[in-house]
């Protein structure tokens, strides 16, 4: 989890002062939260919705709508170096960044520009994300990661045209500076992983990694001389085949590969795909204006949401105590103030706050999470740890009522077992199954989940869970888990199934 080292109260309280018309706008896939107006926040959000259609016309891939809480929510502050504070980055590119997982997946962008077609580099930045996000959610290939990055590229450079139509795969403009004047990246490099990593090892200057894997993406897709050949190589990869083996079988030999896409980049024109608006299915956007109470409380919301060490959340637990004692019948604030009180280490006081919340308005779904977090806190202290994980399991058994999707309940119905060192019932099995059916971007669920699986004797089920780790396009210690743990289970099958099981 990310760990933010600042408050943002500095950050909105000038634009509350100014504007103070936060919105709302809520549609199938996303909800945003902005201080803008409500034409330009039911614009982006209409533009959000037409974008993932688009993708799964282009894809051929169907992603229905998600229960609610598990939209992907988008919080959109003042400025580029507002999002690197947020996201404590040094690098002074970063546009915005996304976080998933599950029942929270959200992503944090500067103001986005919606007046025109063209896509500016805010918008670029999230609609790069969002189509990794939609990746992780309708496939669980493990996509090299030259075609994970040069298909969020060549995606995220959509126009919005006014007649409707969504144009995909538009030239990277943005990229033209690496892919002319920075180190360059061949062909090789990046088909081979190996090969990439030990040149990277011997320069520390800034290559042209994304520019060129959306130059080798747009090329496969649209080059007639190589049709066919992303299709091969895909499943040659399917079949086990390695990286490197299977590029040199579907697309040749690599050094006439990369003349063949230098060719390619100096044409003067590119092809693209235009969808048509006639295709793309556009659900409804609901905006509402946020309450006092709720414009208050949206710094404190945002950097909790995106994680806080233990003094951050002791200071800010101070500022949502004094928004609360200011909007005490907005239940939206005390589910906060819940969550609030929860990461500061105070379980009674956030359940209290829970409850507080739950009895102005039974909907709020963050209350029922605060208040089963607390529980179940309490419950790992408790002198009967059965009856406490009984009683803590309840808030999220309400919550599964309200919102039979949710894969929180799922999850923590399973830990209601496993955390008090009890052997999960098969209904917890096939509910942590379920909840990583209904939140695959979750890479945390999917290794818990890979190791009940493991541990059950499931090794296929197991890799099936693993590879998409392990074969992370960005690595780090969840995808060294995820190979040591395949490398343990190389060529264990799975126990036949009793007969009558």
């Not at 190589?233 to 399917?238: A, M, S």
């Not at 969808?275 to 204006?289: D, L, M, N, Y």
Request: glycine share 6%; no cysteine; proline share 5%.
């Amino acid at each position: 989890m990310i760990r933010v080292a600042i408050l943002l109260i500095a950050m909105f309280a000038p634009l509350q002062v100014a504007r103070a018309e936060w919105f709302e706008a809520s549609s199938d896939h996303f909800v945003v939260y902005a201080d803008d107006s409500l034409k330009d926040i039911t614009s982006f959000s209409r533009r959000l919705e037409r974008f993932h259609s688009a993708l799964e016309i282009a894809t051929g891939r169907k992603l229905g709508a998600p229960s609610p809480s598990n939209r992907v929510t988008i919080y959109v502050v003042r400025s580029e170096r507002e999002v690197r504070k947020l996201a404590n980055a040094k690098r002074s590119y970063l546009g915005g960044f996304y976080i998933s997982r599950a029942g929270g997946s959200l992503a944090v962008v500067p103001r986005v520009d919606v007046r025109g077609k063209v896509t500016d580099g805010t918008m670029l930045t999230l609609l790069h994300e969002y189509a990794h996000h939609f990746t992780h959610a309708t496939s669980t290939f493990p996509m090299p990661r030259w075609m994970s990055e040069g298909g969020a590229e060549f995606f995220a450079t959509a126009s919005f045209e006014p007649n409707g139509n969504v144009m995909l795969g538009r030239p990277a403009q943005h990229r033209a500076y690496e892919l002319y004047l920075a180190v360059d990246v061949s062909a090789e490099e990046l088909l081979d992983p190996e090969v990439y990593e030990a040149k990277k090892g011997k320069s520390s200057a800034y290559n042209a990694f994304y520019g060129r894997a959306w130059l080798l993406y747009h090329y496969l897709t649209f080059e007639p001389e190589r049709r066919g050949q992303m299709i091969d190589y895909i499943k040659r990869l399917y079949a086990g085949e390695q990286m490197r083996s299977a590029a040199l079988a579907a697309f040749g030999d690599f050094k006439a590969l990369d003349s063949d896409l230098d060719k390619y980049l100096r044409r003067r024109q590119l092809h693209f795909m235009d969808v048509k608006h006639a295709a793309i299915t556009e659900g409804p956007v609901k905006v509402r204006q946020l309450s006092p109470g709720e414009i208050a409380m949206m710094p404190v919301r945002t950097q909790a949401k995106l994680g806080v060490n233990d003094d951050e959340a002791k200071a800010l637990v101070l500022e949502g105590r004094a928004i609360a004692a200011r909007y005490p019948q907005d239940a939206s604030v005390l589910a906060m103030l819940a969550e609030n009180e929860f990461d500061a280490g105070n379980d009674d006081a956030a359940i209290a706050a829970a409850d507080r919340a739950l009895a102005l308005d039974p909907t709020k779904v963050n209350a029922y999470v605060q208040k089963g977090y607390a529980m179940f806190r309490k419950a790992s202290k408790a002198d009967d740890e059965e009856k406490a994980y009984a009683e803590a399991i309840r808030p999220f058994l309400a919550l599964n009522r309200l919102e039979n999707d949710h894969p929180m309940p799922l999850i923590w119905f399973y830990r209601s077992f496993v955390d008090r060192g009890a052997a999960p019932s098969p209904l917890a099995v096939q509910g942590l199954e379920r909840a990583a059916q209904l939140a695959p971007f979750d890479l945390g669920l999917r290794m818990d989940l890979a190791k009940l699986q493991i541990h059950e004797g499931r090794f296929a089920a197991a890799r099936f869970n693993l590879k998409p780790l392990a074969y992370y396009p960005h690595p780090n210690e969840g995808s060294e888990a995820a190979k040591l743990l395949l490398d343990q289970i190389e060529g264990k099958t799975d126990a036949p199934v009793a007969a009558g099981n």
